[in-house]
């Protein structure tokens, strides 16, 4: 686990004075039944509206909320009720903010887009770009499963509460097709870079076909998803190498250009890649 304390956190477009920020990582272990599933705790109070800026990221969120209700995404599709406890942001891949006064007491779950499809059961094409109440998913479970974890003391047991619902539900779930997996995978680990039309060739189907199985299991199809993740990468490098030039990360990301990486910013983040990495966005504060 690990406490940050920010003071005078700016937002986007608003600044707000931050007495304390706390963020609970999930420790290792504690979430053993969902590998890849990633869990932080959250707590501050922002005494006016706090405006963050939000780009793509490739995997799929479910939040739960035990402070003040929900606040609509800006940019996202989907009706979120005022009073919702929880809710799931799907795969997107345009850009996005989201506006939340008061205080933050939730828990964030990250979840990449096979163990998101196992986890909520439900086709992630319906989930793409939107930001849906988790009951609409879950039913009424969802408004338990948050009033039990806000009832529980201390973040391990939340944590240890949580991995053993997620680890039933995918235990209840049938596996992901063996083709989309391996695309999927292979997508992954390029950082975006594979080509698509390669991909179907090696599983001997269509294009078109890969495509549709794709974004009925992952939520998108995969050439917007690899693009999500190439634009990732090139965000880590741009703040993680910053002796590197922009045409060096361009050409290390498989972009054809300076130009073409300037311009996935653009669309992705709303911005260059010198605005977005001059942007306070290193607190991941829940949407």
Not at 49 to 69: M, T, Y
Request: aromatic share 6%; hydrophobic share 45%.
């Amino acid at each position: 686990m690990r406490l940050d304390v920010v003071r005078g956190w700016k937002g986007g477009e608003t600044v707000s004075t931050v007495e304390r920020v706390e963020v609970v990582r999930c420790p290792p272990g504690l979430l053993s039944g969902v590998q890849g599933v990633r869990c932080l705790g959250y707590r501050a109070h922002f005494e006016q509206p706090q405006v963050r800026h939000l780009a793509p990221s490739g995997g799929v969120k479910v939040i739960l909320r035990f402070g003040d209700p929900v606040r609509s995404a800006v940019g996202t599709s989907g009706s979120v009720p005022a009073t919702a406890s929880a809710l799931v942001v799907g795969l997107k891949d345009t850009p996005g903010r989201t506006a939340h006064a008061g205080d933050v007491h939730s828990l964030q779950i990250q979840m990449p887009p096979l163990d998101a499809y196992r986890v909520l059961g439900v086709p992630m094409r319906e989930l793409s770009g939107a930001a849906v109440d988790l009951a609409d998913v879950f039913g009424p479970s969802a408004d338990l499963l948050v009033e039990r974890l806000a009832l529980t003391d201390g973040w391990d047991a939340r944590f240890r509460l949580l991995g053993r619902v997620l680890a039933q539900r995918v235990a209840d779930s049938d596996p992901p097709d063996p083709a989309v997996a391996w695309a999927w995978q292979r997508i992954r680990r390029s950082g975006g870079a594979v080509a698509i039309g390669e991909l179907a060739a090696e599983l001997g189907m269509s294009r078109r076909h890969l495509n549709r199985r794709f974004h009925h299991q992952l939520g998108l199809p995969p050439k917007r998803l690899a693009r999500v993740l190439r634009f990732r990468r090139a965000a880590r490098l741009h703040a993680t190498r910053p002796q590197w030039s922009l045409a060096r990360i361009a050409a290390e990301c498989g972009y054809y250009d300076h130009a073409h990486l300037n311009a996935d910013f653009r669309s992705l983040a709303g911005c260059s890649p010198t605005e977005w990495a001059a942007r306070p966005d290193v607190l991941a504060l829940p949407a």
